[in-house]
């Protein structure tokens, strides 16, 4: 028994007849916990994407207003180079004169008969001169101006292109995070996790189609599937048709952040291009086309109109009918189909 005692206290174990103790080793965390863990890190990637994306945007704007200011520089230094000129003419002219104002020339130059006419010319002299003087400091003003705005777009630029760098970062962090943590998975444990994602996302979409807003949506659309003659579509549903025709025609196609096709695509660059391709120009990033497009109630919703999915807009697909979205899901996925009701919905905004 003492030995044994002893035995147990060099391993650092006292082991007690009858008490069973847990393994020391840290607990195996469960599939569904793994899955949380993955999709949360994916959520992040993909908010940090829609950063990506606007810092994207503001960089690129920021880079054509100092290409026009640069254009507007040149503009202004050709009239100033001009108005020098003439300036220049203009002295030299005084000192060919002897350098004595037109007005006293007159009265030693000027015979009594073209005193007059002197005069005027003298006056219409003075007032060019200080119209090219004002036009001088004008251009001046103008090219100061320029150059403070130039400045100021520099230091915008920079601060974009950091935003945008930063988000790079995280962006690459979280998909690396969640890609180490599925390829800890066994085969067949990535292939439950799998079917977990599937089956949360089925019982979301069933309790979204159970809501009285979505019966009234599939009302609408049997109604209108049966009415249809092919000629009373409005503008609107043509345009919404023909963003749907360019959406669901990438199906297959992989989710790359910060793309926008034509080979892969982001979710918001995916419902950008199906709505250029359709003749409409909208916000680049999921949270601003929430934030600019008008709003519609679920229940009006049609195909074309955009879902926006999360608290923070972060998630974009486009509504194609019978309560089913075409969207780019997330890295390491394509293009594809799946249940409008299958994540968290926002809100419903329609371009056309």
């Not at 009302?219 to 669901?248: D, I, M, P, Q, W």
């Given at each position: 028994m003492a030995t044994a005692l002893v035995c147990a206290v060099v391993t650092g174990v006292i082991v007690t007849p009858g008490v069973a103790y847990a393994d020391p080793s840290p607990p195996q965390r469960s599939l569904e916990d793994v899955h949380r863990e993955v999709e949360d890190l994916y959520r992040k990637a993909e908010s940090a994407t829609d950063a990506y994306n606007a810092a994207s945007e503001a960089q690129s704007?920021?880079?054509?207003?100092?290409?026009?200011?640069?254009?507007?520089?040149?503009?202004?230094?050709a009239r100033m180079t001009r108005l020098k000129n003439q300036a220049g003419a203009l002295a030299r002219s005084r000192y060919r004169a002897g350098g004595m104002p037109d007005g006293a020339r007159l009265f030693f130059d000027a015979a009594p008969d073209s005193f007059l006419d002197g005069v005027s010319l003298a006056h219409k002299g003075e007032q060019a001169t200080r119209g090219l003087l004002a036009q001088v400091a004008a251009t001046q003003k103008k090219l100061d101006g320029y150059a403070k705005a130039?400045?100021?777009?520099?230091?915008?630029?920079?601060?974009?292109?950091?935003?945008?760098?930063?988000?790079?970062?995280?962006?690459?962090?979280?998909?690396?995070?969640?890609?180490?943590l599925e390829e800890r998975l066994e085969e067949k444990e990535r292939e439950r996790l799998r079917r977990i994602e599937e089956e949360r996302a089925r019982e979301a979409?069933?309790?979204?189609?159970?809501?009285?807003?979505?019966?009234?949506?599939?009302?609408?659309?049997?109604?209108?599937?049966?009415?249809a003659s092919g000629s009373g579509s409005s503008a609107s549903t043509t345009e919404g048709g023909r963003a749907v025709a360019f959406a669901t025609a990438q199906i297959g196609k992989n989710y790359v952040w910060g793309a926008m096709g034509p080979d892969t695509f982001d979710c918001s660059g995916l419902t950008l291009r199906a709505w250029e391709a359709a003749g409409r120009a909208i916000p680049r990033t999921s949270q601003e086309q929430w934030r600019l497009l008008p709003k519609v109630d679920v229940k009006d919703m049609r195909p074309g109109d955009l879902v926006i999915y999360f608290k923070d807009a972060s998630h974009v697909a486009m509504y194609v009918g019978d309560g089913t979205m075409v969207h780019a899901p997330r890295p390491g996925r394509q293009v594809t189909l799946a249940g409008a009701g299958s994540m968290p919905i926002l809100g419903v905004v329609r371009p056309g």
């Amino acid at each position: 028994m003492a030995t044994a005692l002893v035995c147990a206290v060099v391993t650092g174990v006292i082991v007690t007849p009858g008490v069973a103790y847990a393994d020391p080793s840290p607990p195996q965390r469960s599939l569904e916990d793994v899955h949380r863990e993955v999709e949360d890190l994916y959520r992040k990637a993909e908010s940090a994407t829609d950063a990506y994306n606007a810092a994207s945007e503001a960089q690129s704007r920021q880079e054509k207003s100092i290409v026009e200011i640069a254009r507007s520089v040149t503009a202004a230094q050709a009239r100033m180079t001009r108005l020098k000129n003439q300036a220049g003419a203009l002295a030299r002219s005084r000192y060919r004169a002897g350098g004595m104002p037109d007005g006293a020339r007159l009265f030693f130059d000027a015979a009594p008969d073209s005193f007059l006419d002197g005069v005027s010319l003298a006056h219409k002299g003075e007032q060019a001169t200080r119209g090219l003087l004002a036009q001088v400091a004008a251009t001046q003003k103008k090219l100061d101006g320029y150059a403070k705005a130039a400045d100021e777009r520099w230091k915008k630029l920079d601060g974009e292109r950091k935003k945008k760098e930063d988000a790079k970062k995280e962006i690459e962090t979280r998909l690396k995070d969640a890609k180490r943590l599925e390829e800890r998975l066994e085969e067949k444990e990535r292939e439950r996790l799998r079917r977990i994602e599937e089956e949360r996302a089925r019982e979301a979409q069933r309790a979204w189609l159970a809501t009285e807003a979505v019966k009234t949506v599939t009302l609408k659309e049997a109604g209108a599937g049966a009415n249809a003659s092919g000629s009373g579509s409005s503008a609107s549903t043509t345009e919404g048709g023909r963003a749907v025709a360019f959406a669901t025609a990438q199906i297959g196609k992989n989710y790359v952040w910060g793309a926008m096709g034509p080979d892969t695509f982001d979710c918001s660059g995916l419902t950008l291009r199906a709505w250029e391709a359709a003749g409409r120009a909208i916000p680049r990033t999921s949270q601003e086309q929430w934030r600019l497009l008008p709003k519609v109630d679920v229940k009006d919703m049609r195909p074309g109109d955009l879902v926006i999915y999360f608290k923070d807009a972060s998630h974009v697909a486009m509504y194609v009918g019978d309560g089913t979205m075409v969207h780019a899901p997330r890295p390491g996925r394509q293009v594809t189909l799946a249940g409008a009701g299958s994540m968290p919905i926002l809100g419903v905004v329609r371009p056309g």
